[in-house]
């Protein structure tokens, strides 16, 4: 099978995306960096650094500080995939990734987001 190309897009490159799509819809960068830092393990210095040191998509999961062990509760369609079904482990991440930026930006409450067990 092929290789993405997304695999080898920077993360830099993708994160202004996230950015403009999150605040057009009226939120903020700091619920955009809340998900992040919940699905990957970084920090707000971690992402500074993925945003300055060109990391690929590919770097930036590899290198992520912690995967949550819940994201695979993550479920949905993205880009006409059901998220749950890809096969490839690395183009999982990623769509989980867009999935709960798409989730921000639609309004979605934050402990749904983030997948917190209801009490």
Known sequence: MARHRIFDFPFSRI??????????????TDELHEVLTWLTGYDEAGLAATLEDGRTLEEFFAQAPAMNP??????????????????DPLMQQIRWMD?????????????????????
């Open 15 to 28: 994160y202004p995306e996230y950015v403009k799509k999150v605040e057009r819809k009226g939120h903020t």
């Open 70 to 87: 819940n994201s695979d509760l993550i479920t949905g369609v993205i880009c006409g995939m059901r998220v749950e079904e890809i096969e």
């Open 99 to 119: 999935k709960l930026v798409d989730e921000v930006a639609r309004g979605k409450r934050m402990t749904s987001i983030l997948r917190v067990p209801k009490a």
